[in-house]
């Protein structure tokens, strides 16, 4: 795991920008550093050693020194490759970076088909003086790209762009009312005007000043007509393969581990020495008694910690640093803490992202099967009642009506939308903003022939685990010198997931139906059964507290906050929230978390 940047210039490039750049991400990569300069191309990384940490140091280079890699990430097959590629290429080290390199030589653009595992990276081709770049199909490793003047610049980061003279800092204020609405950056494009970040599953191509995108990767759906005790096998061996492979390393590999199913089923597959939970003095918010259960049933150590709300403020400010974007999800401040803890005793960590999504775990997926009979109502009734409903205050049953009167691709952003647009595009002062119904459209006519069921969890995938939780568990890991790993994020579990029909997913009592058959196999309590409850953060109590309040409302009121908000509109939420008029804690927090990020870059 790792911290790559570098850029291509008609200039000469320099050591000197190119070392500033990657001192920006050093945290990715306390190990080691290295540097590739030639007349066009600049190469920096910065080195976390998990793999061969003898002789795995980058940029890599091929045998004739034609052919530079900088590389973040893991390939878990790169033994299995190795061996594909057989006595045609002679290997130096034990890295799966040299066997990337050497794959890319043998079959070039489609190398991405072949590997199985988390990626970003950049090969530099000498010859033809193109550089070419990937990002995994999962989007669990991160890459910006930015393009000015005669430059183009890369790196695991944005900030890591800051120190190059060609880039222009500036605000994207366009995006700013979507925020609010989905409490993290929706689209290709950043609040960096001009950095973009390469999408899941695409890769990229820069020549003569030109940039070529290409999709290899997508998520496709088709159910199997397997009966269900055999989907269940299907998925047990998929999940013992895939924590095989990924506990691949030279190092100790531990695991988060909170009250749920999908850590509780990793942690009981790879049994690691080590696990890491946090909580909170409010037993409403606090899984450390869950976690230490289970561990204490499997016979291994779990290391916990009980977070204050002061030390919890207190780095607020420096983890939105990290973040480089407004990232308003509570629980990617608690990753921050159990990343912490983790990094005094390992270099790696399992973490259980994705299982959601791709075996369907959140209950906004069972209004599938919930709320079917009032879907049997008319479409222009249930239209006409939405309209109503949408008059009055968001309350729970008006949200319901409102909700189902209208279609699934003109409401649902995911699982966790803060704002209706409608409300968002008022409190934002700046003109011009996006909506959120044209980011994802182009979701929805790509899986148009496709189930509801099947578009809630490629909405989800795309805009709130790729955007908020992968992002959260990448940054907040990194900035440890930390690797996470998320083996419901293979490529074989994925061929499982896919095919599974929408009763082996969700039915009437509960979700993720076979998954859970498969974790009540090895987990050795009742894990198995919790409902979704993720990070859970006390900060609908916190904000009514007085410490709290009176920050929040120092900058609602603030110039930055005058700049770009309806001061009058944000302060109501934070005033009904502190009365108990509302609760409107969730709106406060995606405000203020904006204001705290940008007070950290501009």
């Not at 300069?37 to 050693?49: F, V």
């Not at 530079?68 to 590629?85: A, D, H, Q, S």
Request: charged content about 30%; proline content about 3%; some cysteine.
């Amino acid at each position: 795991m790792c911290g790559i940047a570098g850029y291509i210039s008609s200039k000469k490039p320099s050591k000197k920008i190119l070392k500033a750049m990657t001192d920006r991400i050093a945290h990715r990569g306390p190990d080691a550093e290295g540097f590739y300069l030639d007349d066009n191309c600049a190469l920096g990384h910065r080195r976390l050693s998990i793999i061969d940490l003898a002789t795995g140091n980058q940029p890599m280079y091929n045998e004739n020194k034609t052919i530079v890699i900088v590389f973040n990430g893991e390939i878990y097959n790169y033994k299995e490759l190795k061996k594909e590629l057989g006595s045609k290429y002679k290997f130096h080290t034990t890295s799966d970076t040299e066997v990337l390199l050497h794959c890319y030589e043998e079959w070039g653009h489609d190398v991405t088909k072949k590997l199985r595992g988390m990626f970003a990276f950049g090969i530099w081709d000498t010859n033809k003086k193109e550089l070419y770049c990937a990002r995994d199909g999962w989007g669990i490793k991160p890459f910006y790209y930015y393009q000015n003047n005669d430059t183009f610049m890369f790196a695991s980061e944005i900030k890591a762009f800051l120190d190059h003279p060609d880039f222009n800092k500036e605000f994207n204020e366009e995006i700013l009312a979507a925020y609010l609405c989905f409490n993290s950056t929706p689209t290709t494009e950043t609040f960096f005007k001009g950095v973009k970040r390469l999408e899941p599953g695409y890769q990229l191509v820069y020549k003569d000043g030109d940039i070529k995108l290409d999709r290899f990767f997508k998520m496709e759906f088709k159910k199997s007509n397997k009966k269900m005790s055999d989907l269940v096998d299907d998925i047990d061996k998929a999940m013992r393969d895939s924590v095989l492979h990924h506990k691949i390393a030279d190092v100790e590999v531990g695991s988060f581990l909170s009250s749920g199913i999908d850590s509780s089923y990793l942690v009981s597959l790879a049994k690691p020495d080590k696990t890491y939970t946090v909580g909170y003095d409010n037993p409403k918010y606090d899984e450390i008694s869950y976690a230490k259960d289970l561990s204490d049933k499997l016979g291994i150590n779990n290391v916990s910690k009980k977070i204050t709300k002061e030390e919890y403020m207190k780095a607020f400010p420096n983890i939105m640093y990290h973040m480089d974007e407004p990232l308003a999800d509570p629980s990617a401040i608690a990753l921050y803490f159990v990343a912490q803890i983790a990094s005094k005793d390992v270099k790696v960590v399992m973490s259980g992202e994705g299982a959601d999504e791709l075996f369907c775990g959140y209950n906004t997926y069972r209004e599938e099967i919930d709320q079917s009979w009032y879907m049997k109502i008319p479409f222009s009734l249930r239209k006409l009642a939405a309209g109503l409903a949408g008059l009055f205050p968001e309350k729970r049953g008006f949200n319901f009506v409102y909700r189902r009167g209208k279609r699934l691709e003109d409401i649902n952003i995911g699982l966790g939308r803060i704002f209706r647009d409608e409300e968002a595009q008022k409190i934002v002062k700046i003109k011009n903003q996006i909506h959120t119904k044209d980011i994802v459209k182009p979701f929805y006519d790509e899986y148009s022939n496709d189930s509801n069921l099947v578009k809630r969890q490629v909405i989800d995938y795309y805009f709130w685990l790729v955007r908020d939780f992968l992002h959260a568990v990448d940054r907040n890991t990194m900035m440890f010198g930390l690797e996470a790993r998320t083996p419901f994020l293979d490529k074989e579990v994925y061929e499982v997931a896919r095919r599974l029909p929408d009763e082996a997913k969700i039915d009437s009592k509960t979700t993720k139906v076979a998954l859970r058959e498969a974790a009540k196999r090895v987990i050795p309590n009742e894990a198995y059964k919790k409902k979704k409850l993720g990070f859970p953060v006390p900060l609908r109590e916190w904000i009514r507290e007085d410490d709290l309040y009176n920050d929040i409302k120092e900058k609602f009121n603030s110039n930055i906050a005058k700049k770009f908000f309806d001061i009058k509109r944000i302060n109501k939420l934070l005033e009904d929230h502190k009365s108990g008029k509302k609760d409107c804690y969730k709106k406060v927090w995606t405000i203020y978390s904006f204001l705290v990020w940008y007070n950290q870059f501009f």
